[in-house]
């Protein structure tokens, strides 16, 4: 009998054989919770605890933000993660004219401390895990949160949380970087620093496959490219003087659930392996050095303006395909994304599908599921090769500064054949090029931007005008003199913030001493 297509492959270009057996897979997975992880980083998985369910969520002002997050933790979510604006993430304040109309516009605005504050009004922060996407002015952010706690008093050693803190990424894959490479991963590294010392129970970055597999990559670039940022953060963690077994238990991974579904499965469990292994081999990073933990979210990617209600279905699949792989926390895309932001009952829904996985599906059952299958063996193996060989390719070019001209090559490619498949009708989308008998939908009416960016334009000159300005212009002398120096920047931070300077001021006296990255 013919069948459909001459060759059947994944995202990666793996040919997928029509059967399997005993000869395609190396079956040596161990067990759950023993090195080297394949099956999953503890002996129980969800038997013991579920995964954190991280709806990312921000918009507007932190007013308008904290009523979203109250509503999903209402309804049932375990933990928060925020989402910031461009202008958050790009070092400007909200009165910066040069961001006119993007303020809040895809994610909440923080300016200053006392937005923070307004972010987590009502909700107790040594009670709930925060998840932070934030990369160039993440220890500004932190600086916040912290100092949030500190006015709160509450101890900083109490949070639970993430950074997200990955800025070799932004320069491969996502563009929000500011300052130049070097001084750019010292600002990283000194979160690392701090948070091992001060902040014991926060991950202090999430090392994030996520966005380069947004920008084009495939499942094989993006474990490969991941991994080999995180081997240049645990080395430059080393080279700080920080022991691996004091800061690499801190630093978790962040990766897409994306279309092809046993190749997503395949690529959760070799990321386990394959990050052990090279811990051990490359550090001698004792066994807790050596868990990679993750949190995975569903392709925004794969989402469709057109017949947007199939974006439940895909975002179920994909959801599905993170929990058969292990993760620690997760985040489902909202229906809507791909048309506007999310409204709170696509919000919901997407929080639902995650609590009928746990509650009736039996998927959390037994750990690793679909661990001893002939198929999901083979293909990790095949993923672990894979990416071994883009590792070697990175090394070999004198590591990820060194290769981020090469990375961000390969994944342009990538998204280049990916995009072509989809116009030839090589890759079938339902809705976009099969099936694509379209409808209208009726979606939410979007906030008015505009008079959200005037609140906030007006609380910070609110704040800018009760504030001493002497302390503001002291707090920035320090951070330029730390900033020209050697020493830890988040303690000058968290006492400027305190000082209610605020993000842009802080952003701008870094660029006057480290300028900014300019791409070749």
């Known amino acids: 009998m013919s069948e459909r297509r001459p060759v059947f492959t994944t995202s990666s270009g793996f040919e997928i054989e029509a059967v399997y057996d005993r000869r395609e897979a190396a079956l040596d997975a161990g067990h759950p919770g023993e090195f080297p992880y394949t099956r999953g980083v503890y002996p129980t998985m969800y038997r013991g605890r579920l995964w954190t369910m991280r709806q990312y969520a921000g918009f507007g002002t932190a007013r308008e933000t904290n009523r979203r997050f109250r509503y999903l933790l209402d ?3 375990t933990g928060l ?9 790009m070092g400007y304040d909200s009165d910066d004219d040069r961001v006119r109309g993007e303020v809040g516009r895809v994610g909440v605005a923080i300016d200053s401390i006392e937005d923070m504050h307004r972010l987590f009004e009502g909700i107790p922060l040594e009670g709930v895990s925060t998840s932070m996407t934030i990369n160039a002015t993440a220890p500004l952010l932190l600086a916040m949160y912290a100092g949030v706690a500190e006015e709160r008093g509450i101890d900083r050693s109490a949070l639970r949380g993430t950074v997200q803190n990955d800025v070799l990424k932004e320069f491969i894959a996502r563009g929000t970087y500011i300052f130049p490479v070097e001084p750019s991963l010292r600002f990283v590294t000194d979160v690392f620093d701090f948070c091992a010392g001060a902040m014991p129970r926060w991950h202090s970055i999430s090392i994030s496959g996520y966005h380069m597999r947004e920008s084009g990559a495939t499942a094989a670039q993006e474990l490969a490219f991941t991994l080999a ?3 240049e953060y645990v080395r430059r963690a080393v080279e700080r003087g920080l022991a691996v077994e004091d800061v690499a238990p801190g630093f978790s991974f962040f990766f897409s659930a994306d279309r092809v579904f046993f190749e997503e499965v395949a690529k959760f469990r070799a990321a386990r392996r394959l990050w052990a292994r090279l811990m051990r081999d490359r550090f001698g990073a004792p066994e807790a050095g050596c868990q990679l933990k993750f949190h ?3 392709a925004g990617s794969s989402l469709t303006a057109q017949q947007p209600l199939n974006n439940v279905v895909r975002v179920s699949i994909q ?5 058969l792989g292990g993760a620690q926390s997760l985040h489902a895309n909202s229906y809507d994304e791909a048309l506007s932001l999310p409204g709170a009952e696509a919000a919901r829904l997407a929080l639902r599908t995650q609590q009928l996985l746990a509650a009736e599906t039996g998927v959390g059952d037994t750990a690793d599921p679909l661990g001893g299958s002939y198929f999901i063996e083979s293909l990790t193996d095949d993923l672990e090769a894979r990416a071994r060989e883009y590792i070697a390719r990175v090394d070999d070019l004198g590591g990820p500064v060194q290769a981020i001209d090469y990375m961000r090559e390969e994944i342009h490619r990538a998204a280049y054949r990916h995009q072509r498949a989809i116009e030839s009708g090589e890759l079938e989308v339902v809705g976009v ?3 694509d008998d379209d409808a209208p939908v009726e979606m939410p009416k979007p906030p008015d931007f505009a008079r959200l960016e005037g609140d906030q334009r007006r609380r910070l000159a609110e704040l800018k005008a009760a504030r001493d300005a002497s302390e503001v212009e002291g707090a920035l002398t320090q951070i330029r003199q730390a900033a020209a120096g050697d020493a830890n920047l988040l303690p000058v931070l968290i006492d400027a913030v ?5 993000l842009g001021e802080i952003s701008h006296a870094l660029r006057d001493i480290w300028g900014e990255y300019r791409p070749r």
């Open 75 to 77: 309804s049932g979510q």
């Open 81 to 89: 993660s925020v989402a910031f604006d461009l202008p958050t993430q």
């Open 229 to 231: 940022n995180g081997l």
């Open 296 to 298: 995975a979210q569903t």
């Open 319 to 323: 959801a599905l395909s993170a929990v």
């Open 433 to 435: 090029n099969i099936h």
């Open 498 to 502: 305190r000082r209610r300077v605020t």
